[in-house]
C-alpha cells in the first residue's frame, strides 16, 4: 500500500506570510492528488486537484505543485479567511486516501 | 448549483445497522459518481463507499465486510447501510460528489451528520 505523510502538523503564521505543506507518498504516484481546506464544523473544501489544477472559484493565492513523491500546496500571501486545517488526498486503484492534514493557526 | 444533504438517525445502538441518505439538489445523480466519507478524531478523513449513477460500487477494505452503498435515481438519492456498529464507527459522515473535472477528486460536499454510536 502507498502511504502518505503530510507536514507539518502545524503551522503558524501571520497574515501576509507565504506557506507551505508538504504530501510525500512512500513510492512514486500519479499526479491524482488533491487538496482540501476544511475549518471546524464544516466539511473539507477542494482547493486543487490533479497536484496542480485550482478548482473553480478558488482564490488564485492558492497554487500546487510537485511530482514523484512530493506534492507541496502554497499560499502566496496567508489572510485571515486561510486559518484552517489543510489535508492531502491520494487516489490509487479505487482507493482514496487522506492525510492526518496541517493545521495553519495564527502566530 | 448542486448540493448534497446528508439524513441519518443521529444515534445507533452498538451492533444495530445504520442508514444514511444523501439528497442531491440542483443537479442529477445521472452521469456523476458519488462517495461517502467519514471523519472521526481518531482515524481523521476516511473514503469508505464509492457508487456510480450505472451502479457500480467499491469499499474500503475497513468496512467492505459490513456496508452497502446504492442509489435511486429516481429520488435523486444514494444510500449507506452499516451493518454491526460499534463505538469505532462513531464519526461525521458526509456524501461527495467526485468532480467533474476530475474523477480522482470531491468537488461537491454536503455538511455532513454526525453519527454517535452508544448504548
Known amino acids: 500500500d502507498i502511504q502518505m505523510t503530510q507536514s507539518p502538523s502545524t503551522l503558524s503564521a501571520s497574515v501576509g506570510d507565504r506557506v507551505s505543506f508538504t504530501c510525500r507518498a512512500s513510492q512514486t504516484i500519479s499526479s491524482r492528488l488533491a487538496w482540501y481546506q476544511q475549518k471546524p464544523g464544516k466539511a473539507p473544501k477542494l482547493l486543487i486537484y490533479e497536484a496542480s489544477r485550482l478548482q473553480s472559484g478558488v482564490p488564485s493565492r492558492f497554487s500546487g505543485s510537485g511530482s514523484g513523491t512530493e506534492f507541496t500546496l502554497t499560499i502566496s500571501s496567508l489572510q485571515p479567511d486561510d486559518f484552517a486545517t489543510y489535508y492531502c488526498q491520494h487516489y490509487n486503484k479505487y482507493l482514496w486516501t487522506f492525510t492526518q492534514g496541517t493545521k495553519v493557526e495564527i502566530k | 448549483q448542486v448540493q448534497l444533504q446528508e439524513s441519518g438517525p443521529g444515534l445507533v445502538r452498538p451492533s444495530e445497522t445504520l442508514s444514511l441518505t444523501c439528497t442531491v439538489s440542483g443537479g442529477s445523480v445521472i452521469n456523476y459518481y458519488w462517495s461517502w466519507i467519514r471523519q472521526s478524531p481518531g482515524k481523521g478523513l476516511e473514503w469508505i463507499a464509492y457508487?456510480?449513477?450505472?451502479?457500480?460500487?467499491n469499499y474500503n477494505p475497513s468496512v467492505k465486510s459490513r456496508l452497502t452503498i446504492s442509489i435511486d435515481t429516481s429520488k435523486n438519492q444514494f444510500s449507506l447501510k452499516l451493518r454491526s456498529v460499534t463505538a469505532a464507527d462513531t464519526a461525521v459522515y458526509f456524501c461527495?460528489?467526485?468532480?467533474?473535472?476530475?474523477?480522482?477528486?470531491?468537488?461537491?460536499w454536503g455538511q455532513g451528520t454526525l453519527l454517535s454510536v452508544s448504548s
Open positions: 461527495a460528489r467526485h468532480g467533474p473535472g476530475s474523477w480522482y477528486s470531491f468537488d461537491t
Open positions: 457508487i456510480s449513477h450505472s451502479g457500480t460500487t
